[in-house]
């Protein structure tokens, strides 16, 4: 089922837009995606109780403006400190998803043919010219020959004539080929990470933005009115604090 779109919320935040990020139509890789989805359902859920709130608030005739934009923050402070919460820890799990499957995709690999087989394939590839040497290991990675693959990236890489960084780049390459899901979760979840981390400040922005501020109004020389002033709740707080001052009673 498709969420109905809140256009009170940015594009951004809406749950549907995980469907965007690699893997999410195949459904063994979704599943490591779902937490990501939930979270930005969580969140555009939330955002849309606070502008409901602040245009209930609006209409109560027993608030000022101040009172209003007061009783409006403090409800969306109760609701997104949790929200909050969840967007750190979704994070969290998606590092540490990150790190397992980086770790998986970096195991050993053990040879699985004799000592004396392997010998002679990483001699064979060792004695041929550089360009055809990198196309024999590309073409044995095509063609999942695990055979050659592991003799060679079971080995030291001078053994098979292969410099430390192009040895490392095609053992990725054959980890990769013989384990499509966890190289397909890995790059769903690394971006799934990526999102999480850019669209994170645009949460905090879209809160304060729900609930809002009062603007201080007057006219110019041609009737229009301008904008001079902005007072955030942080701002009308503080001067309530401070004017309750004045009421308290003295101690006995």
Same mark, same amino acid.
């Given at each position: 089922?498709?969420?109905?779109?809140?256009?009170?919320?940015? !594009?951004?935040?809406?749950?549907?837009?995980?469907? @965007? !990020?690699?893997?999410?139509?195949?459904?063994?890789?979704?599943?490591?995606? @779902?937490?990501?989805?939930?979270?930005?359902?969580?969140?555009?859920?939330?955002?849309?109780?606070?502008?409901?709130?602040?245009?209930?608030?609006?209409?109560?005739?027993?608030?000022?403006?101040?009172?209003?934009?007061?009783?409006?923050?403090?409800?969306?402070?109760?609701?997104?400190?949790?929200?909050?919460?969840?967007?750190?820890?979704?994070?969290?799990?998606?590092?540490?998803?990150?790190?397992?499957?980086?770790?998986?995709?970096?195991?050993?690999?053990?040879?699985?043919?004799?000592?004396?087989?392997?010998?002679?394939?990483?001699?064979?590839?060792?004695?041929?010219?550089?360009?055809?040497?990198?196309?024999?290991?590309?073409?044995?990675?095509?063609?999942?020959?695990?055979?050659?693959?592991?003799?060679?990236?079971?080995?030291?890489?001078? !053994?098979?004539? !292969? @410099?430390?960084?192009?040895?490392?780049?095609?053992?990725?390459?054959?980890?990769?080929?013989?384990?499509?899901?966890?190289?397909?979760?890995?790059?769903?979840?690394?971006?799934?990470?990526?999102?999480?981390?850019?669209?994170?400040?645009?949460?905090?922005?879209?809160?304060?933005?729900?609930?809002?501020?009062?603007?201080?109004?007057?006219?110019?020389?041609?009737?229009?009115?301008?904008?001079?002033?902005?007072?955030?709740?942080?701002?009308?707080?503080?001067?309530?604090?401070?004017?309750?001052?004045?009421?308290?009673?003295?101690?006995?």
């Amino acid at each position: 089922m498709v969420d109905e779109v809140d256009t009170r919320i940015p !594009l951004d935040l809406h749950p549907g837009a995980i469907a @965007n !990020l690699p893997g999410y139509e195949e459904e063994e890789v979704r599943a490591v995606l @779902n937490g990501t989805e939930r979270l930005l359902r969580t969140t555009t859920e939330n955002l849309a109780a606070i502008h409901d709130a602040k245009a209930a608030a609006a209409t109560d005739p027993t608030l000022t403006p101040a009172a209003a934009l007061l009783k409006v923050d403090d409800y969306a402070s109760a609701r997104m400190s949790t929200v909050t919460k969840q967007w750190d820890q979704i994070a969290s799990t998606l590092a540490n998803n990150i790190a397992q499957y980086e770790k998986e995709l970096s195991a050993p690999i053990i040879a699985k043919a004799s000592q004396m087989v392997s010998g002679e394939i990483r001699s064979h590839f060792k004695s041929l010219p550089q360009s055809e040497r990198v196309s024999a290991v590309q073409a044995a990675i095509r063609a999942g020959d695990e055979v050659t693959c592991s003799s060679l990236f079971g080995a030291p890489a001078y !053994l098979s004539g !292969l @410099n430390e960084e192009m040895h490392r780049e095609f053992t990725r390459l054959w980890q990769e080929k013989v384990n499509p899901l966890v190289a397909k979760r890995l790059r769903a979840v690394s971006a799934a990470h990526e999102y999480v981390e850019r669209t994170g400040p645009l949460m905090l922005k879209e809160w304060h933005n729900a609930v809002g501020v009062i603007e201080e109004t007057r006219e110019d020389r041609s009737g229009r009115r301008i904008v001079v002033g902005r007072s955030t709740a942080s701002a009308i707080r503080k001067k309530k604090a401070s004017a309750d001052q004045r009421f308290a009673l003295p101690a006995n």
